[in-house]
C-alpha cells in the first residue's frame, strides 16, 4: 500500500518559533507537495519538488520554506511562525506531477 | 478566481436521497480527478476522468466528464451516513506541471 507519513498530526507552537514538518513517502515518487487546507480556501499549494535538492514555489511560498535532501523525505519549514500559519498542513507525493496525488493525513498546526 | 469551481460548496440531506456535486472550469483539462476526504485525514483518490462524455461509476458514485473536458459532475445515488466527508476535484491546468483543485464540497448525509 503506498504510505506517505507526516510525523506531526497535532502541534502547537508559539509566534516566533522555527516550525518543521516532516514528510516521508515509501513509494520512490519524484515528486513531493506540501499544501494547506483552510476552510473556505480549500487546498493551497505552498511549495513542490519534483527531485532531491529541487523545489519550485507554489500559489502561497511566502513564510515558509523547504527541503529534500532524500528522494523519500520533504519537510516543510516555518522560520517564524505565526498566528496566521495555524492550519491544516498536507503533504503528498505522486509519480507524475499532474497523475494522482497520494496525501498523507495532515499536521494541525496551531500558533499562538 | 479558482480555476476549478466546486458546487454547492455545502450539501446537507437524508440517507437514501440522490446527489450531485459539480466541478467546472472555463480551460480544458486533460483530465480531472476526484477526491474525498474524511474528518481529520488526507483526500483519497476515488477517480480519474480523461475521455471527453467519459462515464464512470464506483458502486453507487456515478462520474461524468464533460463532452468539452472543461466540466465534471459526481453523482451519489442513495446516499449513505458512510459518504459524508469533503469531495474535491482537481486536474492538471493546460501546461502546468501540477494540480490544482477546487474548494471542495462538504456533504453530510443524514442518518
Known amino acids: 500500500d503506498v504510505k506517505v507519513t507526516q510525523s506531526s498530526r497535532y502541534l502547537v507552537k508559539r509566534t516566533g518559533e522555527k516550525v518543521f514538518l516532516e514528510c516521508v513517502q515509501d513509494m520512490d515518487h519524484e515528486n513531493m507537495f506540501w499544501y494547506r487546507q483552510d476552510p473556505g480556501l480549500g487546498l493551497r499549494l505552498i511549495y513542490f519538488?519534483?527531485?532531491?535538492?529541487?523545489?519550485e514555489k507554489g500559489d502561497i511560498p511566502e513564510g515558509y520554506s523547504v527541503s529534500r535532501e532524500k528522494k523519500e523525505r520533504f519537510s516543510l519549514i516555518l522560520e517564524s511562525a505565526s498566528t496566521n500559519q495555524t492550519s491544516m498542513y498536507l503533504c503528498a507525493s505522486s509519480s507524475n506531477p499532474g497523475n494522482t496525488i497520494y496525501f498523507g493525513e495532515g499536521s494541525w498546526l496551531t500558533v499562538v | 478566481t479558482q480555476l476549478l469551481e466546486q458546487s454547492p460548496q455545502f450539501l446537507s440531506i437524508q440517507e437514501g436521497e440522490n446527489l450531485t456535486v459539480y466541478c467546472n472550469s472555463s480551460s480544458v483539462f486533460s483530465s480531472l480527478q476526484w477526491y474525498r476526504q474524511e474528518p481529520g485525514e488526507g483526500p483519497v483518490l476515488l477517480v480519474t476522468v480523461v475521455t471527453g462524455g467519459e462515464v464512470k461509476k464506483l458502486k453507487r458514485l456515478t462520474f461524468q466528464f464533460g463532452d468539452a473536458r472543461k466540466d465534471s459532475s459526481l453523482h451519489i445515488t442513495a446516499a449513505q451516513p458512510g459518504d459524508t466527508g469533503l469531495y474535491l476535484c482537481a486536474g492538471p491546468p493546460p501546461g502546468a506541471q501540477k494540480l490544482v483543485f477546487g474548494q471542495g464540497t462538504r456533504l453530510t448525509i443524514n442518518p
Open positions: 519538488s519534483y527531485d532531491v535538492k529541487m523545489k
